[in-house]
């Protein structure tokens, strides 16, 4: 067992930690104030690489490891989460999932666009009644010629208003449609579809400077090469976009509580009561230490996953592990900040209350805290079990 990073990891973790410093933490307080999304940051992100960061190189890809795609996340998310959301939807949910299940032909038309930011993707899986219950989607593909036609809506769809292209999950409607199971397919749809709209979300608690919305198919017809997978394999696919979307979230999440310690060491040494720094206090001592704890046995279940998907280990249960572990703690970590912080802590002059916003979210997508309690509960029961995968993510080193 082998548990030291390699000098491509350590480079690539500095190189998003500079990228961020530079290109995501000025300006940031003010967009989260107002609300406003940076269009820009997202090119800036492709030209980078790190939308590519795990891409083989064949398609325009940085050829890196999947363990350096939660280094990035970490790192990005580190300064803020909205940087790390574009990672989970465009190269965690919509990128890798293409390169799980797209044919050779669909892999060569979209992933070099997508490795470079060119395109920006996302991910549309969620409807106002269909959340943690995800098989009870309403959004129907028709069966029409040598295409589909999709109607209905998606909601809280990170990138609504800028991706050019979505994940599509929805029902197959005309002869399946009403027999007892429901058959599901996936479909990459483009904006520039005709009845194809979108809305942005307003009144957010937290990832203000992130862009949510909703997107309206009305009519929509996409090809049949559109489709990820066959018909009826819908489901999994979103479920295998979701083992890729959680880690990106398990390993922003880790993110979040090194953000709350850089905060709270200085702090803490900084500030002074009764002549002494507040960090010799033992209950201020004992909060920063739970951070620690959070920071380090996060990483260890976000290199475990990495690991597991570099040499093609189905990872369900270690992902959703990781992901109900690292949200959990980031939201504990941000919470005891604030404590740390006292009364300045409740207002945006330090970023402690945006690190508490913030990681509410994920404590809820992605899977819900109590969603992700239950399936590990049913896989140590016995009630939950995988089954080998149809298709499976190329394990690194890429051929
Ligand atoms: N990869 C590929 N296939 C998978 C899979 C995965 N990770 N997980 C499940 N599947 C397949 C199963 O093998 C099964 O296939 P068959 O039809 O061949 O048997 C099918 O998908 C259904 O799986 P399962 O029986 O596990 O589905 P459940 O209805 O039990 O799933 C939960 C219930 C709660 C796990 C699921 O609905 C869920 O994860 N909900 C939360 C959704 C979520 O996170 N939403 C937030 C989106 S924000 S982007």
């Given at each position: 067992m082998d548990f030291s990073l390699s000098t491509e990891h350590n480079q690539i973790r500095e190189a998003a930690h500079k990228f961020a410093q530079s290109e995501i933490v000025p300006g940031l307080r003010e967009r989260d104030r107002e609300a406003r999304s940076d269009r820009g940051m997202l090119d800036k992100m492709g030209a980078a690489g790190f939308l590519g960061v795990c891409v083989p190189a064949k398609y325009g890809g940085m050829d890196a490891d999947y363990i350096s795609l939660g280094i990035v996340c970490e790192e990005l998310e580190r300064a803020d989460t909205s940087a790390r959301v574009v990672m989970s939807v465009h190269t965690g949910l919509h990128t890798m999932t293409l390169m799980q299940w797209g044919t050779e032909e669909q892999k060569a038309r979209w992933l070099p666009d997508l490795a470079t930011g060119k395109k920006i993707a996302g991910f549309a899986l969620t409807e106002p009644n269909a959340g943690s219950d995800a098989a009870n989607i309403r959004t129907t593909a028709i069966r029409d010629g040598d295409g589909y036609v999709l109607n209905g809506s998606k909601t809280w769809i990170s990138l609504a208003n800028f991706a050019d292209q979505f994940l599509v999950i929805a029902r197959l409607a005309g002869g399946s449609e009403d027999s007892k199971r429901p058959r599901y397919a996936a479909f990459i749809v483009d904006r520039t579809l005709r009845g194809f709209s979108s809305k942005a979300i307003h009144?957010?608690?937290?990832?203000?400077?992130g862009d949510t919305g909703e997107i309206f198919f009305d009519n929509v017809r996409v090809g049949e090469d559109c489709m990820l997978g066959e018909e009826g394999d819908g489901f999994r696919v979103a479920m295998s976009a979701l083992d890729h979307g959680r880690f990106t979230v398990a390993s922003g999440s880790v993110g979040i509580i090194v953000a709350c310690l850089d905060a709270c060491t200085k702090y803490a040494n900084e500030r002074t009561v009764g002549g002494k720094p507040i960090g010799t206090k033992q209950l201020v001592q004992q909060m920063i230490a739970s951070m620690v704890q959070g920071r380090d046995i996060g990483r260890l279940l976000y290199y475990q996953v990495g690991w597991m998907k570099n040499v093609g280990l189905r990872h369900t249960r270690e992902v959703s592990l990781a992901k109900w572990t690292n949200c959990a703690a980031a939201f504990d970590a941000a919470n005891k900040a604030i404590e740390i912080h006292g009364a300045y802590g409740y207002a945006d002059e330090f970023p402690v209350e945006r690190y508490f916003r913030n990681s509410r979210g994920a404590v809820i997508y992605e899977g819900t805290h109590e969603i992700h309690t239950i399936v590990q509960a049913e896989y140590e029961l016995g009630m939950r079990a995988d089954k080998p995968l149809k298709h499976t993510l190329p394990t690194w080193p890429f051929s």
């Amino acid at each position: 067992m082998d548990f030291s990073l390699s000098t491509e990891h350590n480079q690539i973790r500095e190189a998003a930690h500079k990228f961020a410093q530079s290109e995501i933490v000025p300006g940031l307080r003010e967009r989260d104030r107002e609300a406003r999304s940076d269009r820009g940051m997202l090119d800036k992100m492709g030209a980078a690489g790190f939308l590519g960061v795990c891409v083989p190189a064949k398609y325009g890809g940085m050829d890196a490891d999947y363990i350096s795609l939660g280094i990035v996340c970490e790192e990005l998310e580190r300064a803020d989460t909205s940087a790390r959301v574009v990672m989970s939807v465009h190269t965690g949910l919509h990128t890798m999932t293409l390169m799980q299940w797209g044919t050779e032909e669909q892999k060569a038309r979209w992933l070099p666009d997508l490795a470079t930011g060119k395109k920006i993707a996302g991910f549309a899986l969620t409807e106002p009644n269909a959340g943690s219950d995800a098989a009870n989607i309403r959004t129907t593909a028709i069966r029409d010629g040598d295409g589909y036609v999709l109607n209905g809506s998606k909601t809280w769809i990170s990138l609504a208003n800028f991706a050019d292209q979505f994940l599509v999950i929805a029902r197959l409607a005309g002869g399946s449609e009403d027999s007892k199971r429901p058959r599901y397919a996936a479909f990459i749809v483009d904006r520039t579809l005709r009845g194809f709209s979108s809305k942005a979300i307003h009144g957010k608690l937290g990832v203000r400077a992130g862009d949510t919305g909703e997107i309206f198919f009305d009519n929509v017809r996409v090809g049949e090469d559109c489709m990820l997978g066959e018909e009826g394999d819908g489901f999994r696919v979103a479920m295998s976009a979701l083992d890729h979307g959680r880690f990106t979230v398990a390993s922003g999440s880790v993110g979040i509580i090194v953000a709350c310690l850089d905060a709270c060491t200085k702090y803490a040494n900084e500030r002074t009561v009764g002549g002494k720094p507040i960090g010799t206090k033992q209950l201020v001592q004992q909060m920063i230490a739970s951070m620690v704890q959070g920071r380090d046995i996060g990483r260890l279940l976000y290199y475990q996953v990495g690991w597991m998907k570099n040499v093609g280990l189905r990872h369900t249960r270690e992902v959703s592990l990781a992901k109900w572990t690292n949200c959990a703690a980031a939201f504990d970590a941000a919470n005891k900040a604030i404590e740390i912080h006292g009364a300045y802590g409740y207002a945006d002059e330090f970023p402690v209350e945006r690190y508490f916003r913030n990681s509410r979210g994920a404590v809820i997508y992605e899977g819900t805290h109590e969603i992700h309690t239950i399936v590990q509960a049913e896989y140590e029961l016995g009630m939950r079990a995988d089954k080998p995968l149809k298709h499976t993510l190329p394990t690194w080193p890429f051929s």
